[in-house]
């Protein structure tokens, strides 16, 4: 196998391997000895679900954290020596909504290859999903927190959305899902649409889009406890 930095997608949430990731990602994985990961733990435990037999103990792991861009060039000297090494992230994509974009923004400056591999992406899947514009859509990370703030942020994404017809994505943290929601439907006018994605490809996914009017006349699921993405539509 070709050296590279090999992005390595990860399930959302238990969903099986299978149903998901294809044979070929099992294929590439088990030639890798080098990895830069979120969180060894849980990578550790994503390449045990992958493959039982896969040898942990011979590989090395470097851990990405807020403070880690300086040790980003030691994560790629294998690639100097011809051997590959894989990017994993906690949950979808590597590098989409993630710190492992810094580990392949040097590599590409360096001149290494760079392979993704293909994988779920929460936020491609519930645009998929939503009905809203698939030809212009935005991610926007998470929202401010305090109520103020966050209703600011939430018109001026549903400003965006109707001048220029551009879906916009926002996340949040799951105990606060429902604050969120809650927020959406007193700032957001009552022909906005709003999509709610939770738990997608897992056993709890619901996917729903409604007018903000239509929303008030029904009640969202209890999603304290699963992740969703929120999508803001024309």
Same mark, same amino acid.
Request: one cysteine or more.
């Given at each position: 196998?070709?050296?590279a930095?090999?992005?390595?997608?990860?399930?959302l949430?238990?969903?099986p391997?299978?149903?998901?990731?294809?044979?070929?990602?099992?294929?590439?994985?088990?030639?890798?000895?080098?990895?830069?990961?979120?969180?060894?733990?849980?990578?550790?435990?994503?390449?045990?679900?992958?493959?039982?037999?896969?040898?942990?103990?011979?590989?090395?792991?470097?851990?990405?954290?807020k403070?880690?861009?300086?040790?980003?060039?030691?994560?790629?000297r294998?690639?100097a020596?011809?051997?590959?090494v894989?990017?994993?992230?906690?949950?979808?994509?590597p $590098? +989409?909504?993630?710190? &492992?974009?810094l580990?392949v923004?040097? *590599?590409?400056?360096?001149?290494?290859? @760079?392979? %993704?591999l293909?994988?779920?992406?929460?936020?491609?899947l $519930? +645009?998929?999903?939503? &009905?809203l514009?698939?030809?212009?859509? *935005?991610?926007?990370?998470?929202?401010? @927190?305090? %109520?103020?703030e966050?209703a600011?942020?939430l018109?001026?994404l549903?400003?965006?959305?109707w001048?220029?017809?551009?879906?916009?994505?926002?996340?949040?943290?799951?105990?606060?899902?429902?604050?969120?929601?809650?927020?959406?439907?007193?700032?957001?006018?009552?022909?906005?649409?709003?999509?709610?994605?939770?738990?997608?490809?897992?056993?709890?996914?619901?996917?729903?889009?409604?007018t903000?009017?239509?929303?008030?006349?029904d009640?969202?699921?209890d999603?304290?406890?699963?992740?969703?993405?929120?999508?803001?539509?024309?």
């Open positions: 196998m070709e050296a930095l090999y992005l390595i997608p990860v399930t949430g238990d969903t391997h299978e149903r998901v990731l294809p044979a070929w990602n099992r294929e590439v994985v088990s030639e890798i000895r080098h990895f830069v990961v979120e969180e060894i733990r849980t990578a550790r435990r994503f390449l045990r679900r992958m493959d039982r037999e896969f040898p942990i103990d011979d590989c090395r792991f470097y851990e990405m954290g403070h880690a861009e300086g040790q980003f060039s030691e994560c790629l294998p690639l020596e011809g051997q590959s894989g990017v994993i992230s906690e949950a979808g994509c $590098a +989409v909504a993630d710190p &492992g974009a580990v923004a040097l *590599a590409q400056q360096r001149g290494y290859r @760079v392979v %993704p293909v994988g779920p992406s929460s936020m491609i $519930a +645009v998929m999903a939503s &009905g514009n698939g030809q212009s859509f *935005a991610f926007n990370g998470y929202l401010p @927190v305090p %109520p103020d966050r600011w942020r018109k001026a549903e400003s965006r959305a001048n220029e017809g551009q879906t916009q994505l926002f996340i949040e943290t799951p105990y606060r899902n429902k604050k969120m929601f809650d927020a959406a439907l007193q700032h957001l006018r009552p022909q906005t649409r709003l999509c709610v994605a939770a738990g997608i490809t897992t056993p709890d996914e619901w996917i729903r889009t409604k903000i009017q239509a929303w008030k006349r009640t969202l699921p999603l304290s406890k699963v992740p969703a993405i929120f999508l803001i539509g024309k």
